[in-house]
């Protein structure tokens, strides 16, 4: 397994989570990483990446509430969610790449399986 996500749950509105996702080093060294999310019904949309340097960026959605980091020691990312909302209940999944932003020909993907955030008001 090469890409391992945890942390989703159920919360109440207002509360937070922590997701995680660990790769392996050869994966986590050299890509970019990303939170996407699918909520049922509705198209995966990118919440939150990370450069290797650390940049980030974020849904317009999630700005201010979400925070996005990693740790190059453990090889794991995480997504620390706070104040969620009803309208954050989905899937959420890890991804690496070389860029967010645009594609690099001849660079690899890599998804996490999901991890399932409900929200409840």
């Known amino acids: 397994v090469q890409l391992q996500a945890s942390g989703g749950g159920l919360v109440q509105s207002g509360g937070s989570l922590r997701l995680s996702c660990t790769a392996s080093?050869?994966?986590?060294?050299?890509?970019?990483m990303g939170w996407y999310r699918q909520a049922p019904g509705k198209q995966r949309e990118l919440v939150a990446s990370?450069?290797?340097?650390?940049?980030?960026n974020y849904a317009d959605s999630v700005k201010g509430r979400f925070t996005i980091s990693r740790d190059n020691a453990k090889n794991t990312g995480y997504l620390q969610m706070n104040s969620l909302k009803p309208e954050d209940t989905a899937v959420y999944y890890c991804?690496?790449?070389?860029?967010?932003?645009?594609?690099?020909?001849?660079?690899?993907?890599?998804w996490g399986q999901g991890t399932l955030v409900t929200v409840s008001s």
């Open positions: 080093g050869s994966i986590f060294r050299i890509n970019a």
């Open positions: 991804n690496f790449r070389r860029e967010f932003g645009r594609v690099v020909p001849g660079t690899p993907i890599y």
């Open positions: 990370i450069t290797t340097g650390g940049n980030t």
